[in-house]
């Protein structure tokens, strides 16, 4: 009788921890804790840029009823691999940071991107730049006009292998332009091919310093990453020919190269950045909070997360006119996609 009543205890004990486990798991994948985790690239990880994300956290903690983390990273691959393995449940990140974590993770999906001042997506975009230093123009000129020609042998910095603007848009173009080469992007990596050398800022602003401080001859990086510690000094934004002017007061890195100018020799257009979710962390019911959140106008009239255009402040995104978050699908980014695949 004693040994019975023993098994059956032991029974319901086992059945009470197992039931218990598998309400653990479910809240796992259903995005029941708590908290949600947010992931950022290096070039959104910046101290001039936490007032930015605080606010977006707050805007989602508000309409979640959940504490929001961010976490910060140094490294392109370390930002996706911590959405792709469960370790977050939002990112935002680059339209080839999207792609290679959705090729990796089915279950991350796009929330939203910034419009650009129609407040749609038909102008949603910013701008990938090949940059040389002024003094150095007339290098990469041929007949008074910049020209890829001119870019062998030359000391070369990417962003990240894993960055649209800073790597895979410049890398497609200058391919495509060296076509009698059949050059790779693996070829692009390294020194040998075509460049003498090739860097990896890191992200955008390590980029652009490698240029500045006479690490590399030509630097790919964007505008909407550099634009907190850059001005124009000569022409127009986004124009190739027009020189721009490290600020004075430029934040880390730009404080070791400040009053330092620069060139854009190229400049491309390329897909807004989107913010997307693991959707077996997050669940469906977060995704739709933060998706109609992120899409008000709450947001898009929050002055920490869309700085007004003549605003001294660091922002990720600026408010000339209409700019907002709006709803994406997975097949506007194709374009980018079919870059990679080229």
């Given at each position: 009788?004693q040994?019975?009543w023993?098994?059956s ?5 086992v ?8 309400e653990?798991?479910?809240?796992e ?5 708590d ?9 959104e990880?910046g101290?001039?840029l ?16 959940k504490e929001?983390?961010h976490?910060l990273?140094?490294?392109y ?19 080839q940071?999207?792609i ?6 089915d279950a ?5 991107v910034s ?9 949603a975009?910013?701008?990938s730049?090949l940059?040389v230093?002024v003094e ?14 001119t870019?062998?042998?030359t000391?070369?910095s990417f962003?990240?292998n894993?960055s649209?603007?800073g ?22 990596m390294?020194g040998?091919?075509l460049f003498s ?7 955008h602003?390590?980029s652009?310093?490698?240029?500045l401080?006479?690490s ?12 907190n510690?850059?001005?124009?000094a000569?022409?127009?934004e986004?124009t190739?020919?027009?020189v721009y002017?490290?600020k004075?007061?430029?934040?880390e890195p730009?404080?070791?190269v ?6 854009l ?8 950045a ?14 739709d ?12 009239n929050n002055?920490d997360?869309f700085?007004?255009k003549d605003?001294?402040a660091s922002?990720l ?13 997975d ?5 980018i ?6």
């Amino acid at each position: 009788m004693q040994k019975k009543w023993f098994l059956s205890v032991v029974f319901l004990v086992v059945t009470v921890m197992l039931a218990a486990c598998s309400e653990s798991a479910e809240g796992e994948e259903t995005g029941s804790d708590d908290v949600i985790d947010i992931v950022w690239y290096p070039n959104e990880s910046g101290n001039d840029l936490k007032t930015a994300r605080d606010a977006i956290g707050d805007e989602i903690a508000e309409a979640t009823g959940k504490e929001v983390e961010h976490h910060l990273t140094t490294d392109y691959a370390i930002a996706i691999e911590t959405i792709v393995n469960n370790n977050a449940d939002v990112a935002f990140m680059g339209a080839q940071g999207y792609i290679e974590a959705s090729d990796q993770n089915d279950a991350i999906q796009p929330i939203v991107v910034s419009t650009g001042p129609s407040g749609t997506l038909d102008d949603a975009m910013y701008h990938s730049w090949l940059a040389v230093k002024v003094e150095d123009q007339d290098n990469y000129k041929v007949g008074g006009e910049f020209s890829l020609d001119t870019i062998e042998d030359t000391r070369f910095s990417f962003v990240s292998n894993s960055s649209t603007s800073g790597f895979v848009v410049p890398s497609s173009t200058i391919i495509g332009h060296f076509s009698d080469k059949d050059l790779s992007e693996e070829d692009l990596m390294e020194g040998g091919p075509l460049f003498s050398q090739v860097l990896f800022g890191g992200s955008h602003q390590g980029s652009a310093v490698n240029l500045l401080n006479d690490s590399a001859d030509i630097a790919a990086f964007c505008d909407s990453c550099v634009n907190n510690y850059v001005e124009v000094a000569e022409g127009e934004e986004n124009t190739v020919g027009s020189v721009y002017r490290v600020k004075d007061d430029a934040e880390e890195p730009f404080n070791t190269v400040t009053g330092s100018e620069f060139m854009l020799m190229s400049v491309t257009p390329v897909l807004n950045a989107p913010f997307v979710a693991n959707m077996d962390v997050l669940g469906q019911e977060d995704y739709d909070l933060i998706q109609e959140v992120f899409a008000s106008d709450v947001m898009a009239n929050n002055e920490d997360v869309f700085v007004p255009k003549d605003s001294d402040a660091s922002g990720l995104f600026t408010k000339s006119d209409q700019e907002r978050f709006v709803p994406v699908e997975d097949e506007w980014f194709n374009p980018i996609r079919e870059l990679s695949q080229n």
